[in-house]
C-alpha cells in the first residue's frame, strides 16, 4: 500500500489520499503510516488526534496554533464537510491564499495543512464528523483563529445561514493577526 499526495496551490499545503480496498465485506485502509508519511515529506508523528461531529450549516474556524506550533491532518469520517486551510505565513507568496474542498467519508482523502495555516471547515451533509491528527498539544494561551468569511480571504463558503460559535463569529481579520507580534512566528 501506498499514500499519494496531490499538491495544492499553495506549497505546504497536500491532498493525501491512502489506498483503499473494496470487497463484499466492506472497505481497508492505511490512514497514516510513519514510514509512508516520511517518505512523502509529510509529518511522521503525531501527538493528539481530534474528532468532532457537527451539524448541517455549522463552520467552525479558521484556527491555528502558534505555541506549540500545530499543524493538522484532517478528514471526514462520516457525511460531507467543506475542508479549508488558510496560509498566514508573513513574507509568503500565498499569503491570505487558501485550499479549499469538498470531501467526504466515502473518498477517504486526508488534508494537510502545515502548522502556519488556519484550518477550518463547513459541514454539508446534515451531521458530519472530522478527524484530525496534530502536530503539537493544544495549548489556548498560543492559539488564535481568522473571521472564517474575512473578506480579504475570498473563500465561497457553501452555507448561506452558518452556525457559529461566539469565538469564531468574533476572530480576527487576517490583517488584524499580521500586526500582533505572534504572527513572527509564521513567517515563510
Known amino acids: 500500500m501506498q499514500a499519494r499526495v496531490e499538491k495544492t496551490n499553495i506549497e505546504g499545503a497536500v491532498v493525501v489520499r491512502p489506498d483503499i480496498f473494496k470487497d463484499d465485506r466492506g472497505f481497508f485502509t492505511e490512514v497514516f503510516r510513519a514510514d509512508q508519511y516520511a517518505e512523502l515529506g509529510l509529518p511522521a508523528q503525531f501527538v493528539q488526534f481530534n474528532h468532532s461531529g457537527s451539524t448541517r450549516g455549522t463552520v467552525r474556524g479558521l484556527h491555528f496554533q502558534w505555541d506549540p506550533p500545530m499543524g493538522k491532518l484532517m478528514r471526514v469520517v462520516r457525511g460531507t464537510a467543506y475542508l479549508v486551510a488558510v ?34 471547515f463547513a459541514v454539508l451533509s446534515d451531521y458530519a464528523e472530522i478527524q484530525y491528527f496534530t502536530t503539537g498539544v493544544y495549548n489556548s494561551a498560543g492559539e488564535s483563529g481568522i473571521l472564517w468569511n474575512d473578506p480579504a480571504l475570498g473563500i465561497e463558503w457553501p452555507v448561506e445561514e452558518p452556525i457559529l460559535s461566539e469565538k469564531d463569529k468574533k476572530a480576527q481579520t487576517l490583517e488584524q493577526w499580521l500586526v500582533r507580534p505572534e504572527s513572527d512566528n509564521f513567517t515563510y
Do not use: M, Q, Y
Open 87 to 120: 496560509d498566514v505565513r508573513k513574507g509568503s507568496p500565498t499569503l491570505g491564499r487558501h485550499v479549499a474542498r469538498e470531501c467526504s467519508a466515502e473518498e477517504n482523502v486526508l488534508i494537510w495543512a502545515p502548522a502556519s495555516f488556519a484550518r477550518g
